[in-house]
């Protein structure tokens, strides 16, 4: 079945480093993926969506590019801030040809920049 | 602006209580989901459903259900409460077909 597995745990930066977690998924079919970014005591809010026409898309200074042939969507941003620290999630879109209106989860990466 | 609204925020209750969790949503969305999250598992979808009367399982179902009775109303229902189901609740919606759902404030349920 279709899966989703993120770079495990915790990843700690110093504050200016370059930012990159890893997603990889597999899926019968070609899926969204998603990233999700939650911090402390909020609710997951969706950071970016891949496109379908190889766009690469960007929001607060993070991008990711979807390969389909290496089925990766890796987050990166180029100079970590402190605000970055929290739980990202990748998600993908896209069960089965029926039903995709179930995301699949990643179990979520912890980042932690340091001053 | 697109909402959706959990109730209650915090819930404790005792093992074998009667717990009902509240989602709304104003987003005129079509799908709703319901999932717990906890250290080391993630998001793990419990149930979701496509619209009003429709109950779809998820990936963890035991010892829940859910009803949606309207269009933006998704309930999740916990009959037998045990302490096992202590986790961040959180209700989503989407308008489905690939697209990324919007997820409420989250419900802290504490069992004891």
């Known amino acids: 079945g279709d899966s989703v597995t993120q770079t495990e745990g915790l990843v700690t930066l110093t504050e200016g480093l370059p930012v990159m977690l890893n997603c990889t998924y597999q899926?019968?079919?070609?899926?969204?993926l998603f990233w999700y970014v939650q911090h402390l005591n909020e609710a997951p809010k969706l950071l970016l969506k891949?496109?379908?026409d190889n766009k690469r898309p960007e929001h607060q200074g993070f991008h990711a590019t979807l390969h389909k042939s290496s089925s990766s969507f890796h987050l990166q941003k180029s100079s970590a801030q402190l605000s970055d620290s929290a739980l990202y999630y990748c998600?993908?879109?896209?069960?089965?040809?029926?039903?995709?209106?179930?995301?699949?989860w990643g179990l979520g990466t912890s980042l932690v920049v340091n001053p | 602006e697109a909402a959706v609204t959990q109730s209650p925020r915090n819930k404790v209750t005792v093992t074998g209580g009667n717990v009902t969790l509240s989602c709304r949503q104003t987003?005129?969305?079509?799908?709703m989901y319901w999932y717990r999250q906890d250290t080391g598992h993630g998001l793990r979808l419990i149930h979701y459903s496509y619209g009003a009367g429709n109950l779809q399982i998820g990936d963890v179902p035991d010892g829940y259900k859910a009803t949606r009775t309207t269009q933006e109303d998704f309930f999740l229902l916990l009959e037998l409460a045990s302490p096992s189901q202590t986790s961040l609740y959180f209700c989503?919606?989407?308008?489905?077909?690939?697209?990324?759902?919007?997820f409420g404030e989250g419900t802290r349920l504490s069992v004891l």
């Open positions: 989503a919606s989407s308008p489905g077909q690939g697209r990324a759902p919007l």
């Open positions: 891949s496109f379908t």
């Open positions: 899926s019968t079919y070609s899926p969204f």
């Open positions: 987003n005129s969305h079509n799908y």
């Open positions: 998600a993908l879109s896209g069960v089965n040809v029926g039903d995709n209106s179930k995301l699949i």
